[in-house]
Structure formats: structure tokens, C-alpha cells
């Protein structure tokens, strides 16, 4: 069991992690920390369980993982950036992450547009953004993730593009640790987040992404996209280069065409 003492005895930050919830289960994180957020709690407050009854991923997907084994959390966030600029928040995060396991574990960690974390090519960490807007901006942003730790056993279904820092390290890892390594590395980022200076969070990532110049394939709702990866587009958006000239995506599952 995660231990709040573990990780916020020893946090030493300005805004993230300043108040933590921690339950032993719960339906989904993200939802608890939007609860948070309309009810007016101040930024930094993180919510985080060691097992979801309804965790969610992207697109409305479930997130799956048994208890004690990941870290799964939401960080309620009040950023003064407007609506063009929401979308920047995944990168963001993906990059303030990426350079905390990195510290933490020693592995090189891969960024996958638009909210995939990945070490040898598979996945070990999702990231989902939820926001509140009001006509005079935004109002609040949760800032959901999920990290497989210490998973030695995946299934089936998703072994062959999943894993965990565990199996890519070789070793059994402290969670709490860890947690504080990632509420740390938000925090140190968000200073310049909180007022709308995306540059050195999107430098971050773009170092971290290997896919521009490859062909790739999009799967939106409904269609397929395929062209060459080109670059971000300053709000985040991924830009294509295709038969009909360049496109931005702003949505679907990426694949790198061998």
C-alpha cells in the first residue's frame, strides 16, 4: 500500500502534492480530482489509489491494473492558458514524467503522440487531461496517469505492446519513491505551465518522440490517416504531410509503418 507519510513527509514542492488523497480503492481518480475542482479546491491537490472500479483512459477506454502494482493518480491543476493552448497539457505532462522515471530508473523513456509513454517500444503510462471551461476561459484541468510499476504478469490481450519499469529494469521498485520523483518533476515544471510557457515542456517531448520523419497511420473514429509525421503544431496538434497535402490531427492511435 502506497503511504501517504512515504510521500508527502519527505515532497518538497511549491504547488503539486501540497494536498494528496490517497484511497485503497476507488472508481476513478480522475473523476474524484473533477469533484475536487468544481467544488473549488485549490491547485495541487492530487488524488491517487492503488485500484480503480471505473479508471478510464483515452477515447473512453478502460485502464486496467491490479492493486498495488502501478501508480495510478490525478492532479487537479488551475493553469491561466486559454482553450488553443489546453491541448499543450499532455505534453506537458508526458515530458515532466518521462524525466522523473528516467532519474528514477535509469531507462530512457520514449514519448508517443498524443499521451503514451513507452520504454523499448511499449507502453507503460497513459496520460488523460479532463477540463472545465467557462466562457471566460479555463476553469480548472485534471491531469489523470497511469504508470505500470511493478507488474511481472500482463495479459495476454496487451503483453505484446505493454509493460511495466519492472520488467524493463529488472527490478522491483519503491512506489512511493518514485511518486515523489513524479509529483516533483509536475511541480518543477508547472512554474512556467501555470502561465501559458509551453516552450520547454514541448522541447522536452520533441526530444523524447523518435516518429517524425516516419510514415505513420492515425486511426480517428471513423477514418485512417496515413502520411509522414511531420512536426507539432503549436497547440499540440500532430501534422501530417499526406498525398493531399499536410493535416493536422488533434486525436486517434498512432502506428509507425515498418
Known amino acids: 500500500m502506497l503511504s501517504k507519510e512515504e510521500i508527502t513527509g519527505k515532497l518538497s514542492t511549491s504547488i503539486v502534492g501540497k494536498k494528496v488523497f490517497l484511497f485503497e480503492s476507488i472508481d476513478s481518480t480522475n473523476s474524484c480530482a473533477r469533484a475536487l475542482g468544481d467544488a473549488g479546491t485549490a491547485e495541487g491537490a492530487v488524488v491517487a489509489a492503488e485500484y480503480q472500479t471505473d479508471g478510464r483512459g483515452r477515447l473512453g477506454r478502460a485502464w486496467l491494473a491490479e492493486p498495488g502494482t502501478s501508480l495510478l493518480f490525478s492532479v487537479l491543476l488551475r493553469p491561466a492558458i486559454t482553450l488553443e493552448t489546453a491541448g499543450l497539457l499532455t505534453l506537458y505532462a508526458s515530458a515532466a514524467i ?79 519513491k518514485l511518486f515523489r520523483s513524479v509529483l516533483s518533476e509536475l511541480d518543477a515544471m508547472y512554474e512556467d505551465v501555470r502561465r501559458g510557457k509551453f516552450q520547454a515542456a514541448m522541447s522536452e517531448w520533441k526530444q523524447r518522440c523518435s516518429m517524425f520523419g516516419k510514415t505513420i497511420t492515425v486511426q480517428e473514429h471513423d477514418s485512417t490517416v496515413s502520411g509522414v509525421a511531420s512536426r507539432l503544431h503549436q497547440d499540440g496538434g500532430l501534422i501530417i504531410e499526406t498525398e493531399k497535402g499536410e493535416r493536422t490531427i488533434y486525436a486517434g492511435d498512432v502506428t509507425v509503418v515498418p
Do not use: M
Not at 127 to 147: K, M, R, T
Not at 148 to 168: D, F, G, K, W
Open 98 to 176: 518521462a524525466r522523473a522515471v528516467e532519474r528514477s530508473v535509469g531507462l530512457d523513456v520514449e514519448c508517443k503522440w498524443p499521451n503514451d509513454l513507452l520504454l523499448h517500444g511499449k507502453k507503460f503510462c497513459g496520460i488523460l487531461i479532463e477540463n472545465s471551461f467557462q466562457q471566460s476561459g479555463l476553469v480548472y484541468s485534471v491531469i489523470g496517469a497511469g504508470i505500470n510499476v511493478n507488474q511481472q504478469a500482463l495479459p495476454p490481450e496487451i503483453a505484446a505492446r505493454a509493460t511495466s519499469l519492472s520488467r524493463e529494469s529488472g527490478n522491483a521498485l519503491d512506489r512511493d
